[in-house]
């Protein structure tokens, strides 16, 4: 009988109708609590613990290219090529050959840039503000046009003879 009085708290102002054993009383709310931050903090580490370790490996790198650049180099290498003055028919048609294959050979080294770094290349008139890598230096050293500067291409053009368009003539338009 004294583990039954030891088990019950009876307080003196309350009804002997209403005592409840105080291992039955409404604080168990505590213990599911205690198991719900429990259960919480190893649920936030866990994700913690993906997100440097795993998570970082598959983050979405992006690279800008200044494909306008390039093309531009080229096209500008080609004219001056061919507004060289003693150019031949079939120099100027070698350098018509260079401009069909130039698409093709941008088209799979832009392919392979975006292979070795494992990224999304952009065009860079399309990024508003970047803070990517710029991989415009590799492209052009890809398509051999890093060593030319475009304001002496320009010049050089301007300085030609053959730029006032009179000696330009399509290799396909010219007289047999």
């Known amino acids: 009988m004294s583990e039954e009085i030891a088990e019950k708290k ?5 009804n002997p109708d209403e005592i409840v054993p105080f291992n039955e009383q409404p604080a168990m709310w505590i213990g599911y609590a205690i198991n719900a931050l429990i259960a919480l903090i190893v649920v936030s580490a866990g994700i913690v613990a993906y997100h440097y370790t795993l998570g970082q490996q598959n983050r979405q790198r992006f690279a800008v290219v200044d494909v306008g650049e390039v093309i531009e180099l080229k096209q ?14 079939q120099e100027r048609g070698a350098a018509f ?10 088209e799979q080294a ?45 010049q050089s053009i301007r300085n030609n003879p053959a730029a006032d368009g009179a000696s330009l003539q399509s290799p396909m338009g010219a007289p047999k």
């Open 76 to 89: 500008l290498e080609v004219t001056a090529s061919v507004t060289r003055p003693g150019i031949s028919d």
């Open 110 to 154: 832009l392919g392979e840039l975006q292979q070795e770094c494992g990224c999304t290349l952009l065009v860079r008139a399309a990024v508003v503000k970047t803070g990517s890598e710029d991989l415009t230096p590799a492209l052009k050293a890809r398509m051999g046009v890093d060593h030319l500067d475009i304001k002496q291409l320009t």
């Open 10 to 14: 009876v307080v003196e102002d309350q």
């Open 97 to 106: 050959e260079t401009i069909s294959r130039f698409a093709k050979d941008m």
